[in-house]
């Protein structure tokens, strides 16, 4: 495996005079950390215990280990893009400590079968995988899947993810199922009858390159209409990378009537726009599409008011050969937690000045809280150490060297970003990177 992070395991460590910021604790001071035998023992000043070994954190942040709501490791299937070990490794160096797999394996991720052997696979790598089931069988969107057992095997929710369910019987019968037995529902919000065959964004650009469409249409009608449902159903419902501004502002309105609603964005609709596809490079090729500048802009302004919760990555790697064809057949998709943390802090931290606290809030807390995962995204004594270390001021250049996933293609590469994770804490084990 390409760069292969080692783990070590804590035994006995007191981190000194790091920032520890950590909201649900309602902490944002210098401090110390002390951990043993893989778990946290407490936080405060001037700690001291026998025979613990010190690292010096002088000038870190010391923050709850990041949660990733969208990842695709593709294992079983698809190996040749991806595997659970590589996924987790690139998690890892990414400052993530947990991540939601999607179900769009091979075979699909419908069973409690597959779930079991996704988690048996992260437990032996020591990393924390939430698998989400699959909506309907075979994530075809006719019938419904066997969602209690799936959750009584360590499902967290359940989505078809890129398979909208497009009938509406079928997912009004599929959403009140998995209400029934308190299953969050990520929804890939897509009409596939007004984006079919759209490589990118339907505007000026894909005119000017003479590249198909997708039109912000596509997600917008598949939005109004989960939100009816959420309505008529009252389901716990997230959606997936909101991407349009008639998306947020339609999400907003469904929030302030308190609908049981949340949603996330990526760093990539919040860093990019369709401009970057007159490099015709299909690393930029992403579903849905990179939109345009008002669409990221009202982006920017749901996470900051509170409409989009969360950010997560939707990593989505693809061997190379597949990404090296004619831009009209490569699969969508970019690779994203090895540049996620860096891009929110280029983007957010730095360039709209936001506080750490909210940073954690967005790709920590917030997220656990929607999968009910309460001993993540915050510091818990006698819980297993999931945390990371990070350097704010940072500057380095995104490139191929810091990849750790089985699939290099990314739409960051060659941007200077400002803010970077230097080491992961999980489940007790510690990873220099």
């Known amino acids: 495996m390409k760069n292969k992070l080692n783990g070590q395991s804590v035994k006995n460590l ?21 951990v043993k035998s893989h778990r946290i023992v407490k936080w ?12 010096d954190a002088q000038k870190l942040y010391l923050l709850p280990g990041l949660v990733d709501m969208h990842v695709h490791f593709r294992e079983p299937g698809y190996e040749h893009k991806e595997t659970i070990e590589t996924g987790a490794q690139a998690a890892i160096a990414g400052g993530f400590v947990a991540c939601v797999t999607m179900p769009n394996t091979k075979p699909p991720c419908d069973n409690a079968q597959v779930v079991k052997y996704q988690m048996e696979r992260a437990n032996v790598l020591n990393f924390n995988i939430f698998p989400s089931g699959a909506l309907t069988q075979g994530r075809e969107g006719k019938k419904i899947s066997e969602m209690a057992e799936m959750k009584a095997a360590g499902a967290a929710a359940v989505t078809d993810d890129g398979g909208w369910v497009i009938d509406s019987g079928v997912a009004r019968r599929a959403y009140e199922y998995a209400a029934t037995y308190g299953l969050p529902i990520l929804s890939h919000a ?34 109004a209409r989960d939100i009816e449902l959420v309505r008529l159903i009252k389901c716990q419902f997230h959606f997936q990378h909101v991407s349009t501004r008639g998306a947020v502002g339609m999400i907003r309105r469904a929030k302030a009537e308190g609908l049981p609603i949340t949603a996330e964005a990526t760093p990539h609709h919040i860093a990019l726009t369709d401009a970057e596809f007159v490099k015709y490079d299909t690393f930029y090729k992403i579903n849905p599409p990179l939109r345009t500048e008002q669409d990221r802009q009202a982006v920017m302004k749901g996470l900051e008011d509170g409409t989009i919760d969360a950010i997560a990555t939707d990593h989505a790697p693809h061997a190379l050969e597949e990404k090296d064809q004619d831009i009209e057949v490569a699969p969508f998709g970019t690779i994203g937690l090895e540049s996620a943390f860096g891009v929110i802090m280029t983007e957010l931290f730095h360039g709209r000045k936001w506080k750490m606290e909210e940073i954690v809030k967005k790709m920590s807390l917030v997220p656990a809280e929607i999968l009910k995962k309460t001993n993540f995204g915050r510091l818990k004594t006698g819980e297993q150490a999931n945390f990371i270390l990070a350097d704010a001021q940072k500057d ?32 007790g084990y510690q990873y220099a990177l």
Not at 17 to 34: G, Q, R, S
Request: hydrophobic share 40%; charged share 25%; glycine share 8%.
């Open 14 to 34: 007191i981190i000194r005079n790091a920032h520890i910021v950590d909201p649900a604790n309602k902490i944002d001071e210098v401090m110390d950390l002390h």
């Open 396 to 427: 380095w250049v995104f490139s191929e060297e810091h990849v750790h996933s089985k699939s290099l293609n990314s739409c960051f590469y060659g941007r200077r970003l400002q803010g970077k994770v230097l080491f992961t804490f999980v489940k």
């Open 190 to 223: 897509e009409d596939h009858s007004i984006s079919v065959n759209g490589v990118m964004n339907e505007g000026i650009v894909s005119t000017q390159l003479g590249l198909r469409g997708a039109p912000n249409a596509a997600e917008d009608i598949a939005t």
């Open 44 to 55: 405060g000043k001037d700690l001291a215990a026998e025979e613990a070994e010190m690292l």
